[in-house]
């Protein structure tokens, strides 16, 4: 495998407030985040609302600054370049080769902007092509997602929330790009349209060659999609695995207990499983010392409240886990795979 992308320690601080007579608040929405992405794979991001998912997609398109940490991407031929080095002007040829689909897709087209001109922008703002060039483009990349040509005089909200989803798409690969980051792509659908709009995402990977990082919170669609997962805790890194080790043999008991929560179709098995996620998220800007799901983790010891865990990889296998006992606790995979909710 090669790597397209890579992010080295990298960690997003927001400063709220403050003010004549107030003091500022840092929240720390990203906390020392270091992962690779392998050119060809779906690399999923999950976890709870306010991780910092969406976070981290927006600092590696740089559409955020970064606090601290690099995100390099990798050229074919082997060389690096640092995103997070490059200024606004230098960035712009490379923002070609990445490109995010927004997480509402209502908000995320702009309302004023007939469908043509929307997926058409990217092409303008680049200098790509014009004229009969640009308008052939626009059109067959709608028809790749489904919206037919004579759909493309009309504004988005003409459009069902499938078909905006679509729009986005097509906005995003106009451009040809490398990598895509879908940021909850599917999460405003209907189960029906999610399944539609899942098998379109992997039908364009397999046409146009994408790399994906796809931001979810829903462990369903990741198993339905993903060849790899990267589970996030308040801003941290706690399990990557390869997707099928995940849901067999989680390593972090976090991921036990998104995985406890998941919706389970045969009534007989759903005895002992949890229908919530147990406990409280901390607030980001008060986060506990130690281990950051001490608070919420069953299996927490006096270790965990004292002394943070590292991520390291777990006795020789392709997952990796931070938590102090991720070696010895024997966790519990899902019981069935949840991608038959979109069979
Ligand atoms: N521009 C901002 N200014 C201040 N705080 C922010 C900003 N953007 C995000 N945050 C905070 O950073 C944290 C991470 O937010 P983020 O949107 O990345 O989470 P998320 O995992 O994508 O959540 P969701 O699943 O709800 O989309 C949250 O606590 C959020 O309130
Ligand atoms: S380090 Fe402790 S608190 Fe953290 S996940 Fe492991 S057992 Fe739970
Ligand atoms: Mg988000």
Not at 8 to 33: C, H, M, P, Q, W
Request: one cysteine or more.
């Amino acid at each position: 495998m090669t790597t397209l992308l890579s992010v080295e320690n990298l960690s997003k601080v927001y400063t709220l407030g403050g003010g004549l007579f107030k003091k500022s608040r840092d929240l720390v929405a990203l906390n020392d985040i270091s992962l690779t992405v392998e050119a060809g794979e779906t690399l999923a991001i999950v976890g709870e609302s306010g991780c910092g998912k969406t976070t981290l997609g927006r600092c590696i398109i740089k559409a955020q600054p970064v606090t601290e940490g690099k995100v390099f991407y990798h050229q074919e031929g082997g060389q690096k370049v640092e995103l997070t080095a490059l200024d606004k002007r230098a960035i712009k040829p490379w923002r070609r080769d990445i490109r995010m689909i927004f997480q509402d897709p209502m908000s995320s087209l702009n309302p004023n902007m007939r469908v043509f001109d929307i997926v058409a922008e990217p092409l303008r703002v680049h200098r790509i092509c014009k004229g009969r060039e640009l308008e052939e483009r626009v059109v067959s990349t709608l028809a790749k997602v489904g919206i037919p040509a004579d759909a493309i005089g009309r504004y988005p909200h003409a459009f069902s929330g499938g078909q905006r989803q679509r729009i986005g798409i097509a906005r995003a690969l106009v451009l040809d790009p490398k990598l895509v980051i879908a940021d909850e792509a599917v999460s405003a659908l209907d189960v029906s349209i999610q399944a539609q709009v899942l098998n379109l995402l992997d039908d364009l990977k397999e046409e146009f060659g994408l790399t994906y990082i796809f931001i979810s919170h829903d462990l369903g669609v990741v198993n339905y999609i993903a060849d790899r997962v990267v589970v996030m805790y308040l801003g941290h890194v706690v399990e990557t695995s390869p997707t099928e080790l995940l849901f067999e043999r989680p390593r972090h008991p976090y991921t036990e207990m998104l995985l406890e929560a998941l919706p389970i179709a045969d009534p007989s098995r759903r005895k002992g499983r949890n229908k919530e996620l147990k406990g409280e998220i901390p607030y980001l800007g008060n986060r506990p010392q130690g281990c950051p799901f001490h608070t919420r983790c069953k299996y927490a010891e006096d270790k965990c409240r004292a002394e943070k865990p590292v991520l390291r990889p777990i006795n020789g296998t392709a997952q990796m886990a931070a938590c102090h006992f991720a070696e010895k606790l024997n966790l519990q995979g899902a019981y069935e795979a949840p991608q038959k909710v979109f069979a």
